[in-house]
């Protein structure tokens, strides 16, 4: 048996021969959420009940579908246990097949980490939950660093601060993730550093957040690590805040995509946050250069990638071609009311937890962040 781990399927599906992927959870869990790489992936559902009591014709579909092509074959379901069984059945009928590791599991945490172009003085990587499609960022100066919007996969941001030689100096959160679990706090309290967002959004909350200041420039203690400085961007949530980095990138969180708009919704105020949010988007971010790289912290879909797989783009280019961007106001408020009501049952949960209200154990809240992110404005 072949187990191939979530990273290294990933990494696979943007290449130039990239494996096909067989699917065996049923066909409800197939549709809400499916692997997604850099670039289309070729994926055929045949639920596993189907291999237990039909394999003959089973085998058949899955043959016919490969063809001649002779492509690798990875077999996936939720945890890995019944793509394990039949990639054994299919490994003893010569295909080529390889089991994911973890299975879809596996996959909602699994991370790409791709470097970005340093800006002055400032070096930033993006990383890429795959499976969930956010984004986070280690931004680093000399030998100092922090962590802006990070999930609790909290070894992947660990591993590339040790692989670079750095020392976390503070986390951010850009806004209360109501999507996924945020380990901002967990890293923080790890490290020994402060956590760092809007106090507007943790009202209530028993996490020790020390608070972001609209327009004034971050500092830890008494030394400047970077040139980060807290813009006010409400709407998503009343305390979204962007961070500007070195006159040059634009940490939006969920205020701007780039191909959409974080959703004004999810406090039960549609249209009054839906206006903060447009007022945000056409007159606060309107003094900003066309220039400024646009780094968010999701993405609706994987093919919003750049050549280095890195998420992003210039406020110029979002300004002409994000459709949000361009509606006008009274269109923009009927699209947020129209989106009220439809997020996912479980966000309420997420929020509490990021708040410090409610606790999970580590099985709940993999239930919890199953499927993609729905935090765009017009992709529910």
């Known amino acids: 048996m072949t187990d191939l781990a979530a990273a290294d399927l990933y990494q696979r599906l943007g290449g130039t021969a990239p494996p096909r992927v067989l699917d065996v959870r049923n066909a409800e869990e197939f549709a809400r959420w499916r692997v997604e790489g850099p670039r289309p992936v070729d994926v055929l559902n045949v639920p596993y009940f189907e291999f237990v009591e039909r394999e003959e014709a089973s085998v058949k579909r899955v043959t016919d579908w490969l063809g001649a092509r002779g492509e690798d074959l990875v077999v996936v379901c939720a945890e890995g246990g019944s793509s394990a069984y039949v990639a054994e059945i299919l490994q003893g009928r010569g295909l080529p097949a390889a089991n994911l590791a973890g299975g879809m599991a596996a996959w909602g945490l699994g991370t790409a980490i791709r470097p970005i172009a340093a800006s002055g003085p400032a070096r930033l990587w993006q990383v890429l939950r795959f499976g969930r499609g956010c984004l986070s960022y280690v931004v680093a100066r000399g030998e100092d660093a922090v962590v ?28 209360l993730h109501a999507d996924h679990v945020s380990g901002g706090p967990a890293l923080a309290r790890d490290a020994g550093v402060g956590y760092h967002a809007t106090l507007r959004d943790f009202e209530g909350g028993t996490v020790p957040v020390e608070g972001l200041v609209d327009g004034q420039p971050v500092r830890i203690g008494r030394l400047e690590v970077l040139p980060i400085v807290p813009l006010g961007t409400p709407g998503h949530t009343p305390g979204s805040t962007s961070l500007l980095v070195a006159d040059a990138l634009l940490l939006t969180g ?46 609706s879909t994987l093919a919003a990638s750049g050549p280095l797989g890195a998420v992003a783009g210039t406020l110029g280019a979002l300004r002409q071609r994000n459709p949000a961007m361009r509606l006008a106001l009274d269109a923009f408020v009927r699209e947020a009311e129209h989106a009220a009501g439809s997020a996912p049952a479980e966000y309420a949960r997420i929020r509490a937890i990021n708040l410090g209200r409610e606790t999970a154990a580590e099985a709940e809240l993999t239930e919890l962040e199953l499927g993609k992110n729905q935090c765009a404005l017009s992709r529910r």
């Open 148 to 175: 802006v919007d990070p999930h609790r996969g909290l070894d992947a941001y660990r591993g590339l601060l040790e692989r670079e030689g750095l020392r976390l100096r503070a986390v951010f959160d850009t806004h």
């Open 254 to 299: 969920d205020t701007l995509f780039v191909d959409d708009v974080g959703r004004p919704d999810l406090g039960g105020q549609a249209a009054a946050w839906a206006r903060d949010l447009y007022r945000t988007l056409h007159e606060r971010l309107e003094p900003l250069g066309d220039a400024i790289v646009v780094l968010p912290a999701h993405a």
